[in-house]
């Protein structure tokens, strides 16, 4: 049996809730159009990554074949590659996101960086609208966006945020340019015969120390068709994908180390002139000094687009036939294909020792500045 009280607890329990139930409803309102297009959940994803792997051997067999033995990538001290953070987003109209150097303006922003020094205000004028103060990159409606950098520029401490005063601007910047290392480690490069009885190395001992700036990955949403190549940087007399993917890495080699050898087995040749034991060491690949340092934080620069390819000019030995047939036109035999396109390279090169033979001693020095690579295009088809 119920008691008296505890059916009007009850009671008003259940008046509670329906009067709570009432005035949930009675906030409830349809939505029309316009209030639905200010209203925008969180945008993206963000992924730390730390990661170490090694390959024991990578080969390319087509007759004979191209191998890569004992390949590694990790942290510079030996442990993980870390602290790198990727953001993905998928561009709305007129959206600013993050991309390229626009960390860089964020942190100046909130006063970590010098807005003076050369670079940040290169920056600053290039990512941020000065009307809205927005910091990124408007993109097209629909491209999607993959911006690596990294998860601490050197900002953060057990203890929280660390602000430090402007006399340490330029700590600051180091340790954000410092902020990401990574090291790439190959045993060897070779050939092989068909049977797999001889080898020919090609390097071998190859080392990489190196810091990355940024890396952007992006997929443009143009459409599925093809149109034909008519811009610089485009391979000539070709159709190319609209949508693209576009490729634009910023970093720094510290330490660049490699033998280059030639060990081939089974020669007529004599092995002193098989082996000439190209050893270079301290290579560096930056871009800190020159003409055309201005916004690139002495990081050296790769650029590329890669897009399906089509009406590529087959191989000639495919042409005699076609030819037989009268004329055609190159959309009836032309071959499909990838090409890597509007290839952009920027950097200084430092070669501090240039070393042949096991004689240690180096033949000299060279330093290459303002390197350039502009336009290029490589279109890759099968034969």
Same mark, same amino acid.
């Given at each position: 049996?119920?008691?008296?009280?505890?059916?009007?607890?009850?009671?008003?329990?259940?008046?509670?809730?329906?009067?709570?139930?009432?005035?949930?409803?009675?906030?409830?309102?349809?939505?029309?159009?316009?209030?639905?297009?200010?209203?925008?959940?969180?945008?993206?994803?963000?992924?730390?990554?730390?990661?170490?792997?090694?390959?024991?051997?990578?080969?390319?067999?087509?007759?004979?074949?191209?191998?890569?033995?004992?390949?590694?990538?990790? !942290?510079?001290?030996?442990?993980?590659?870390?602290?790198?953070?990727?953001?993905?987003?998928?561009?709305?109209?007129? $959206?600013?996101?993050?991309?390229?150097?626009?960390?860089?303006?964020?942190?100046?922003?909130?006063?970590?960086?010098?807005? +003076? $020094?050369?670079?940040?205000?290169?920056?600053?004028?290039?990512?941020?609208?000065?009307?809205?103060?927005?910091?990124?990159?408007?993109? !097209?409606?629909?491209?999607?966006?993959?911006?690596?950098?990294?998860?601490?520029?050197?900002?953060?401490?057990?203890?929280?945020?660390?602000?430090?005063?402007?006399?340490?601007?330029?700590?600051?910047? $180091?340790?954000?340019?410092?902020?990401?290392?990574?090291?790439?480690?190959?045993?060897?490069? !070779?050939?092989?015969?068909?049977?797999?009885?001889?080898?020919?190395?090609?390097?071998? +001992?190859?080392?990489?120390?190196?810091?990355?700036?940024?890396?952007?990955?992006?997929?443009?949403?143009?459409?599925?068709?093809?149109?034909?190549?008519?811009?610089?940087?485009?391979?000539?007399?070709?159709?190319?994908?609209?949508?693209?993917?576009?490729?634009?890495?910023?970093?720094?080699?510290?330490?660049?180390?490699?033998?280059?050898?030639?060990?081939?087995?089974?020669?007529?040749?004599?092995? +002193?002139?098989?082996?000439?034991?190209?050893?270079?060491?301290?290579?560096?690949?930056?871009?800190?000094?020159?003409?055309?340092?201005?916004?690139?934080?002495?990081?050296?620069?790769?650029?590329?687009?890669?897009?399906?390819?089509?009406?590529?000019?087959?191989?000639?030995?495919?042409?005699?036939?076609?030819?037989?047939?009268?004329?055609?036109?190159?959309?009836?035999?032309?071959?499909?294909?990838?090409?890597?396109?509007?290839?952009?390279?920027?950097?200084?090169?430092?070669?501090?020792?240039?070393?042949?033979?096991?004689?240690?001693?180096?033949?000299?020095?060279?330093?290459?500045?303002?390197?350039?690579?502009?336009?290029? +295009?490589?279109?890759?088809?099968?034969?």
């Amino acid at each position: 049996m119920i008691s008296m009280k505890a059916q009007a607890k009850k009671t008003a329990l259940c008046v509670a809730i329906a009067s709570a139930s009432g005035i949930v409803v009675a906030e409830l309102q349809p939505l029309d159009e316009v209030a639905l297009n200010n209203i925008r959940g969180q945008a993206g994803l963000t992924i730390d990554i730390e990661t170490k792997h090694t390959i024991g051997e990578f080969e390319y067999v087509d007759a004979g074949s191209l191998f890569i033995r004992d390949m590694s990538f990790g !942290g510079i001290d030996g442990g993980f590659a870390d602290n790198l953070r990727a953001k993905i987003d998928i561009s709305g109209p007129n $959206e600013r996101i993050q991309k390229g150097f626009s960390d860089y303006v964020v942190w100046s922003e909130l006063g970590f960086l010098d807005p +003076n $020094e050369a670079d940040v205000a290169w920056a600053t004028a290039k990512y941020k609208d000065q009307s809205t103060g927005e910091i990124g990159e408007v993109l !097209g409606d629909g491209d999607l966006l993959i911006h690596v950098s990294a998860t601490d520029f050197g900002y953060f401490s057990p203890d929280g945020l660390t602000k430090n005063t402007t006399a340490d601007y330029a700590d600051n910047l $180091e340790m954000m340019k410092n902020s990401i290392d990574f090291k790439i480690t190959q045993g060897e490069l !070779g050939l092989r015969s068909s049977d797999g009885s001889q080898e020919t190395v090609l390097t071998r +001992n190859l080392s990489i120390e190196a810091y990355l700036g940024y890396l952007d990955i992006m997929i443009t949403n143009d459409g599925n068709g093809f149109s034909q190549t008519d811009e610089e940087g485009e391979p000539d007399g070709i159709r190319l994908g609209d949508s693209h993917i576009a490729i634009d890495v910023k970093f720094r080699v510290e330490d660049l180390d490699v033998d280059s050898t030639n060990n081939a087995t089974n020669t007529f040749i004599d092995r +002193n002139v098989t082996n000439p034991y190209l050893t270079l060491r301290d290579m560096r690949i930056h871009n800190e000094r020159g003409a055309d340092t201005l916004g690139s934080f002495g990081f050296a620069s790769v650029e590329q687009k890669i897009a399906a390819a089509t009406d590529i000019i087959p191989a000639y030995s495919e042409l005699g036939a076609i030819a037989g047939g009268g004329p055609a036109d190159i959309k009836d035999y032309g071959v499909d294909g990838v090409s890597i396109y509007d290839i952009n390279v920027r950097w200084d090169w430092d070669l501090p020792h240039i070393q042949f033979g096991d004689t240690e001693t180096s033949i000299g020095e060279v330093y290459f500045t303002d390197f350039v690579i502009h336009g290029t +295009n490589l279109t890759i088809s099968a034969h």
